[in-house]
């Protein structure tokens, strides 16, 4: 089939390249020049595990292709992706104005029948939008889906490959066939292909991140009552998701959530919500702890060093939203970092692939950057961990310590056994556990 995936980013990549993979002759389309460019030389502009190999090989086997000429490659494409960002706007509300832009060009660009798959993250309501958009511009025949994409960063080749299930919105029995025949590869051991109208395959996906996110929340202020309440929060996260009506994932207390989805999409669907005069006010809630806890590491550390924090430096582990990414969109860090450098303190951290992000978008020189995770520990006031990458979960703690100026350790990720911080000789401050003084 020949598909078309306009937006090169996270999810459109992902999608171009899994289904290149599977045989497809695909144009992966965006207007970011530099993106394109680097694609084009089999260099991928973002890190996700697998996504090189996979890209490289399709662009050699001549599967897939990159182009900056966006209404060519929708007419070249039977089945057209919408995978462009929808960022929040001011009021919260997902804009739409990338969705609708591309429209605009499959609208000018209707040289036959069409499928047309939005695969961005979009309000009840858009595929109307989408389809509106497209008719000013033509009369031609083609079919809006929605077809949410509920891929996790650092894990999106294998989630994209081996769904739990594939929801697609119709509105037409034309486009059925054609999201059959696309996905038929990838949903050959039963998961499901689950087709349904095209509002609720819209309010499916922010459905699913709301509720992951209340979950994280949920653990969050229970994480706070286990301080005071000397329990363990990652006792009462074994104890209770353990019950298989609960399960076990999305139950970890840390220094918050963040990254290019739950919060912007608990935002929109609250602002879908007061646009309906629909009480969402348990998502109302859910934000306002997650910013919270966003703050609760620069609270911990003011509270052990006072508020001002001139002449102290400190080292930051992690500052990608989650392990495996690159990706700084909302993330924890960002808010830990910006707190301390305004407290007056100066910072050294490490990732292990977000650095240029970090320099480019985030931070830019006003901290340091270090080339591994003890470089960044040298002369240090304390270590504060905020993202949990492997490789920071099992340091020698010898190197550690001598490497800090003293061994205090503030871990927003709950990595480490405070009997065993406590048998090593730190100073450690967890998330609702036991702190060692
Ligand atoms: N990142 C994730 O983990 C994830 C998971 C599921 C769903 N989503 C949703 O998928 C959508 C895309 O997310 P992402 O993380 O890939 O975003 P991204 O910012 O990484 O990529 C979006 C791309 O779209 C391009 N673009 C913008 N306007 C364009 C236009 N008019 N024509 C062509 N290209 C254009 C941008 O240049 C950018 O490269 C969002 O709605 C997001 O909520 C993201």
């Known amino acids: 089939m020949n598909v078309t995936v306009v937006g090169s980013g996270y999810v459109g990549l992902v999608v171009g390249a899994c289904l290149a993979e599977t045989g497809n002759q695909v144009a992966c389309a965006d207007i970011d020049e530099r993106k394109i460019g680097m694609l084009n030389e089999g260099k991928s502009p973002i890190y996700e595990p697998g996504l090189d190999r996979l890209l490289q090989r399709n662009l050699a086997e001549g599967r897939i292709r990159f182009t900056t000429d966006v209404a060519d490659a929708v007419r070249e494409g039977q089945v057209v992706f919408i995978a462009v960002g929808t960022p929040p706007d001011e009021d919260g509300s997902a804009d739409l104005q990338h969705v609708l832009a591309v429209a605009r060009v499959i609208g000018q660009n209707l040289v036959d029948e069409k499928v047309v798959i939005t695969k961005s993250t979009v309000p009840v309501g858009t595929a109307s939008k989408v389809r509106e958009e497209i008719e000013k511009h033509t009369d031609g025949t083609f079919h809006v889906c929605s077809n949410p994409e509920f891929l996790k960063e650092g894990a999106a080749i294998d989630d994209f490959m081996r769904p739990d299930r594939v929801v697609c ?15 038929e590869p990838f949903v050959r051991s039963g998961n499901p292909l689950i087709f349904m109208d095209i509002a609720s395959a819209e309010l499916t996906k922010y459905a699913a991140n709301a509720m992951l996110a209340t979950r994280i929340s949920f653990m969050n202020q229970i994480a706070a009552l286990c301080e005071a309440a000397g329990a363990d929060v990652t006792m009462v996260r074994r104890g209770v998701g353990s019950d298989p009506r609960i399960g076990a994932s999305f139950l970890y207390a840390g220094a918050g959530y963040g990254g290019s989805c739950f919060p912007k999409d608990v935002r929109a669907l609250i602002q879908t919500g007061e646009e309906m005069d629909v009480d969402l006010s348990i998502l109302k809630e859910v934000h306002e702890t997650n910013e919270r806890q966003k703050k609760v590491l620069g609270r911990k550390i003011r509270t052990r060093f006072g508020e001002d924090l001139s002449g102290k430096s400190f080292a930051v582990w992690g500052l990608a939203f989650k392990p495996e990414t690159d990706d700084m969109r909302e993330a924890a860090s960002v808010t830990v970092i910006e707190e301390l450098l305004a407290a007056g303190a100066t910072v050294t951290a490490h990732d292990p692939v977000a650095e240029e992000v970090a320099r480019e978008w985030y931070l830019g020189d006003r901290i340091e950057y270090a080339q591994d995770e003890y470089a960044a520990l040298s002369g240090a006031d304390a270590l504060v961990v905020v993202t949990e990458w492997l490789q920071y979960r099992r340091p020698s703690w010898e190197r550690v310590k001598a490497a800090l100026e003293a ?20 100073e450690y401050y967890p998330i609702g556990r036991e702190q060692v003084r």
């Open 407 to 426: 061994p205090i350790i503030f871990d927003g990720r709950n990595l480490y056994d405070p009997a065993r911080m406590r048998r090593h000789g730190f």
């Open 169 to 183: 919105g119709i509105e037409s029995e034309g486009a059925r066939p054609v999201l059959e025949e696309l996905y």
